[in-house]
């Protein structure tokens, strides 16, 4: 399990990148909001919705792969 994060700022299709804590490209702490402990990217992104209805999420390229969809 890991702790997952999603970016402040939009990519420019408009959604939220969501990245693990060991993530290389997880955004500095000002611009990121904590989603929760979660054993994978599905259920983070499951989260990060039900909490946040009226924003978009894509898991990131390279430490969510299973989530990315571009």
Known sequence: MKFYYFNNNTDNKGKHEVHTED??????????SYI??????????????R?????SFDGCYWCSTQCHTG
């Open 23 to 32: 993530c290389s490209f997880l955004p500095a702490t000002i611009n990121r």
């Open 51 to 55: 909490a946040n209805p009226a924003k």
């Open 36 to 49: 929760g402990f979660h054993s994978n990217c599905k259920d983070a992104i499951t989260n990060a919705k």
